[in-house]
Structure formats: structure tokens, C-alpha cells
């Protein structure tokens, strides 16, 4: 049985407020529809979209071998941010996933801990001396901050650090253009933007390279065993020899631009839930606890999915929870809407961390919950995420008192790469009395 398929004419109708606003556009869709529906898209493109955890279940990991994907990921992503973890595919990505992988592990990351907690004080004094400052803005700095210090704990200079936080926040917000809008492709290469982002995803390239010709000529030694010794360390099992120096860059830059934007809006998220349920804040201080604090997290990040979509696309004919998808067929899982259907949460607009606990998670449909996605493609740095926001939320909580400059805006959900907030959300982070930052 195929999906419901979306009369073309109501596409054309929605076009443009797809392309501003696609969740709530796919949210009315799925509600009128179904949980899936098919639309075909820019033309001849046809997706299957879902928001029912037993397809991205299906898709994601039981036949994950019969899905790739889509040149979206690995094609206009992989142009400007090179072939690593993210956007490589095959037989390359799994090589290079086996040998990645161990570099993640819980144990391995508790080395860096000390790192992560030490940018935390600097980055959260820093601020608290600053006046006010804008939510994202400040988590941005925070993520970007850890995980330069996660790779590179022989430090990366200050100019060199703001400059490639600089180039990565210019090729995010660029790379989401050409995607939505794809007829734009050639207009963008005429006037020039394409040549512009791609030299500066060229001096970012150039960047990582002088800092790890450092390392590798010993002029510094890291403060620990950080990620880029782990990926110069590391041995391919078959011919025992180590990453060459492109694919090293590609993988680097990966981390860096997987890695921070994304838990940076988490934390934007979190903070920001935190500051329109006083009730919430208060218990987390009142009664600090690792286990609520990773609920509250998990919340916020059901609601605010920082990956609020992903896409696979069908190599061979295959039925997942009883829809037909053909090949060619390219997979929209919609985890933003998974995460707010009636038929996994109750009140699903509710911002309720007690549902987040262990024994009531385990009653859901395990992929009813996919923030870092599922499958032998699950996100790398889960475990690194969750500890820095951990981390950073801790601190906060402990030390200073976050509180809105006039009243708390009401930001809407962006979707650009990662779900931003549309709109500033000025805040001011104080020392709280008594307490040393
Ligand atoms: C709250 C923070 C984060 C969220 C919500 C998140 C989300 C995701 C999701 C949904 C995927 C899977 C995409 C797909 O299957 O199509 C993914 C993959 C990935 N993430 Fe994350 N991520 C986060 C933080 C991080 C961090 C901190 C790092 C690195 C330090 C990282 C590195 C990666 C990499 C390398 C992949 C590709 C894995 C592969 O395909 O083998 N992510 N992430």
C-alpha cells in the first residue's frame, strides 16, 4: 500500500510557505493526511514523509542496507564541508566509522571532561562580566569553544578560533539556500556565492592543516589525549596505516560543524524552557540531580529537535510498517513531528521533563525519541553532547543567576540546518551571591 499522495496542485499551493516555514506546513500536512504522505518535490523528486517511528524504525536501523543517504547530505553538504562521518556514505563511511568510533566512548571522553569544565568557567565568567547578551549567541560561543578545546587541547590560538567560528557560521547559514531552494543553484555560481563559500570552506581547510602540522612536528604537546591524537593514533585494521592528511581535514571539520551548532541550540532551547518554567529551575537548584537535569534536557530536545529532519534515500523496492517505498524513493523523516505526535506523548506542546524518566521512556516506542537520530548511523557524539550540556547547565545552576532582560520573548523554531530561535533572546548571567564563579 503506498502513502496517501499529495495532489501536486496542493504542493504548488504551499510552496512558498514550505520554503519559509516547512514544520508547521508539514505538521497541517501529516494532520490532514496521515502520518505519511508523498509529494513530489522540486519537480520529479518524489518523498515519502513520516512522522510514524515505526518507518524511521524500518528505514533507519532494520534495513538500513537497502538506504543511503541523499545527495542533500552527501552531495551539497559534502561540497563545502568535505567527505567525513556525516556526509560520506558506503563501504568509505563504515571504514571510517570503525575507526572513529572508539575515540567516543564514555571512558574516553571522561578525559576530556576537565577541558570541557575548564572552557565552562572561562566562558560563563567571561559572559557574566559582559552585560547582557543574547541566548544563542552565548551557547554558540560555549559549544564552538569545547569542542576547539575537545580537539585541539594544545590550544588553537584566539585569532584562529574566532576566525573559523566565523567561516563555519557563514557556510551553515549559505549551504541551507541552494538545498531548499535548488533552482537556485545557478543563479548563486553566476553572482559569485558559490565561489565565495567554497574559498572559505578552502581557508578553513587551511586552518585545521597548520594546526595539526603542528601537533604532528611535536612544537606542542596536548594537555591530554584529545580527539585529534586519537584520529592521528588511529589505524585502519586492514593495511595498519593511518589517515591521510585530506581525509583527516574532512573528518575535523565534520566534528566541528556536526558538533557544535547543534548542541549549541539545544542548550538555547533548554535555558530558554528553563526560563519560562520557573517552577523547573527552582527544583534543578533547589535539588540538584544528574538524572532530572538529563530529563529536562531530553525535553527540551523533544520538543526542539536541533536535527528536526533527516532523509535516506531507497536503493532497492521495500515496505516499512506496510507502505510500499519504491526505489529512487527518498525517505523525509520527520523527527520534529514524531516527537510531538498525540500518538507517542500526551499534551505534546507541554514542556513535561518527568515523562523523560527512565521507566516511562521505556513504555514508548523506541523510536518514538530520536534527537541523535538511530541506527548504525546514530549520532557519534551523543555521549560528548550530553556531557558538555550537563556540564554547562550545572554550572549555571550553581553559580549564577540567568535571568531575561525585560519580559522573556517568545522565539519561534527556525529551521535552518539546525532549529534556531527567530528572534534574540537578551539575557543577563550574574554571579549568584555567595558563590564563586
Ligand atoms: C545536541 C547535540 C546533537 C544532536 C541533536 C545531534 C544530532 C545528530 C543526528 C540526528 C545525527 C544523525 C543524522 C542522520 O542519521 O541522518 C547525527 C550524526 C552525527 N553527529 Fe551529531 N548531534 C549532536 C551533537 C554532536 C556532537 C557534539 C558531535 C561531535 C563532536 C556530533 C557529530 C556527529 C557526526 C560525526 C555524525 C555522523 C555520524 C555518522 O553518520 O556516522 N554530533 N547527529
Request: proline share 7%; aromatic share 8%.
Amino acid at each position: 500500500m503506498y502513502a496517501p499522495r499529495i495532489p501536486r496542485q496542493v504542493t504548488l499551493r504551499h510552496l512558498f510557505r514550505l520554503v519559509r516555514r516547512p514544520i508547521p506546513v508539514f505538521t497541517e500536512l501529516l494532520d490532514r493526511y496521515g502520518d505519511n504522505f508523498i509529494q513530489e518535490v522540486g519537480g520529479s523528486r518524489t518523498t515519502h514523509f513520516t512522522r510514524d517511528a515505526e518507518v524511521a524504525r524500518h528505514v533507519l536501523q532494520r534495513n538500513h542496507r537497502n538506504y543511503e543517504k541523499s545527495e542533500i547530505q552527501t552531495g551539497q553538504m559534502g561540497k563545502y564541508l568535505g567527505l567525513g562521518l556525516l556526509t560520506n556514505s558506503g563501504d568509505d563511511w563504515l571504514r571510517q566509522r570503525r575507526l572513529i568510533q572508539p575515540g567516543f566512548h564514555r571512558q574516553r571522553l571522561a578525559a576530556l571532561t576537565a577541558e570541557m569544565q575548564r572552557v565552562i568557567e572561562e566562558e560563563c565568567a567571561r559572559a557574566a562580566n559582559s552585560g547582557p547578551v543574547d541566548l544563542f549567541s552565548f551557547t554558540r560561543q560555549v559549544a564552538f569553544r569545547i569542542i576547539v578545546r575537545a580537539l585541539f587541547t594544545d590550544g588553537f590560538g584566539e585569532e584562529d578560533t574566532r576566525r573559523l567560528h566565523e567561516i563555519l557560521d557563514k557556510l551553515q547559514a549559505y549551504i541551507i539556500y541552494p538545498i531548499r531552494l535548488p533552482f537556485l543553484r545557478g543563479p548563486l555560481r553566476w553572482i559569485g556565492q558559490e565561489q565565495r563559500h567554497l574559498a572559505l570552506a578552502t581557508e578553513s581547510r587551511q586552518l585545521i592543516s597548520r594546526h595539526i602540522r603542528h601537533r604532528q612536528q611535536g612544537t606542542r604537546v596536548p594537555a591530554k589525549d584529545d580527539l585529534l591524537q586519537m584520529l592521528l593514533d588511529t589505524r585502519y585494521e586492514d593495511t595498519g596505516e593511518g589517515m591521510d592528511e585530506r581525509q583527516l581535514i574532512d573528518e575535523i571539520l565534520i566534528l566541528f560543524a556536526a558538533g557544535y551548532e547543534t548542541s549549541a541550540n539545544a542548550l538555547a532551547w533548554t535555558i530558554w524552557l528553563l526560563l519560562k518554567h520557573p517552577n523547573e529551575l527552582a527544583r534543578l537548584r533547589d535539588t540538584p540531580d544528574p538524572t532530572y537535569l538529563t530529563q529536562v534536557i531530553e525535553e527540551s530536545m523533544r520538543l526542539y529537535p536541533p536535527a528536526w529532519i533527516t532523509d535516506r534515500v531507497a536503493l532497492g523496492p521495500d515496505e516499512a510498517a506496510g507502505f510500499t517505498l519504491d526505489p529512487g524513493v527518498t525517505i523525509g523523516i520527520f523527527i520534529h513531528g514524531i516527537h510531538h505526535s498525540p500518538r507517542y506523548y500526551d499534551a505534546p506542546e507541554e514542556f513535561r521533563p518527568a515523562r523523560m524518566h527512565p521507566d516511562l521512556k521505556k513504555e514508548r516506542h523506541p523510536f518514538s525519541f530520536i534527537p541523535f537520530g538511530g541506527g548504525p548511523r546514530q549520532c557519534i557524539g551523543s555521549h560528548f553532547a550530553m556531557l558538555e550540556m550537563q556540564l554547562l547547565l550545572g554550572h549555571l545552576l550553581e553559580h549564577f543567576d540567568v535571568e531575561s532582560v525585560g519580559k522573556l520573548p517568545d522565539p519561534q523554531p527556525k529551521p535552518f540546518v539546525t532549529l534556531h530561535q527567530d528572534r534574540p533572546v537578551p539575557i543577563t548571567i550574574s554571579p549568584r551571591k555567595g558563590k564563586s564563579i
